[in-house]
């Protein structure tokens, strides 16, 4: 279902009627890996809007597309036939340099394992990001804002498999990027720091109005986005939209 209305920006009143800003457009977008009769079609002709601000989760099997599409919408891969535009420019266009500008001032990634530098502090690994992005917060407001403000001069050694990942994505959101793309945010967590992690995703996309697409494969997760994107077999079975949204903590794990 395509909505005429677009999700009010942090700030405006919630009865603010808004025309629909889209962050992406795909059109009968395919990516295919290898030729032949061993070739991979990971994705199939998908079409898709996706609101600006919005809090999308993408469900399905392993396989069905979901990384692949995320991999073509931050600019690290390209379709191998249609289109995928980020706000009305079309990605596949643009030249390498082009999509490298567009990482660095429009694309957070956050990844189900963290990346992190070991021999860095929590402070000194978002720095990292935050040194070469034109407009960044500081790294300590980066890590209060996803709840470490005191844990800025922590290792990662010294800090639990949420409190990483939650490093990563005060790193991910220093550079204020435009949109986030989270492929399983929670997947090497328990289902307690998991939700912790959802949490400040939840609260991070509600307050800064990131455009947020997360992939999991928890389909209770579901529960919290904005929309849900169903994938099966490099394709879209269906789009949903949640009338009323629930924090992770609310859920029924």
Excluded at 186 to 211: F, R, S, Y
Aim: aromatic share 6%; net charge negative.
């Amino acid at each position: 279902m395509k909505r005429t209305m677009a999700k009010p920006l942090p700030g405006a009143p919630e009865t603010a009627e808004q025309p629909l800003r889209l962050a992406f457009e795909t059109h009968d977008l395919s990516k295919v890996y290898g030729e032949g009769p061993s070739a991979v079609h990971a994705l199939r002709g998908v079409n898709l809007e996706i609101p600006e601000g919005e809090l999308i989760v993408l469900l399905g099997p392993s396989g069905s597309g979901k990384s692949t599409l995320l991999n073509i919408l931050g600019g690290i891969d390209r379709g191998t036939s249609g289109n995928a535009l980020f706000r009305g420019k079309d990605l596949s266009r643009m030249s390498e340099r082009e999509l490298t500008r567009y990482r660095r001032d429009h694309v957070g990634f956050v990844f189900q394992f963290y990346n992190l530098m070991p021999s860095l502090t929590a402070r000194e690994n978002v720095e990292l990001v935050s040194e070469i992005a034109r407009d960044p917060m500081s790294s300590v407001e980066a890590l209060e804002r996803v709840g470490l403000g005191d844990r800025v001069d922590h290792f990662p050694s010294e800090l639990s498999g949420g409190e990483q990942q939650r490093v990563a994505i005060a790193r991910a959101i220093a550079k204020r990027p435009t949109v986030l793309f989270c492929d399983e945010p929670t997947g090497a967590l328990d289902i307690k720091t998991g939700i912790e992690v959802l949490q400040a995703l939840q609260e991070l996309n509600e307050t800064l109005g990131t455009t947020t697409l997360v992939i999991t494969h928890a389909s209770a997760t579901a529960a919290i986005a904005d929309r849900v994107i169903y994938f099966l077999d490099g394709g879209i079975r269906r789009v949903e939209e949640n009338d009323v949204k629930l924090r992770p903590d609310q859920i029924s794990w």
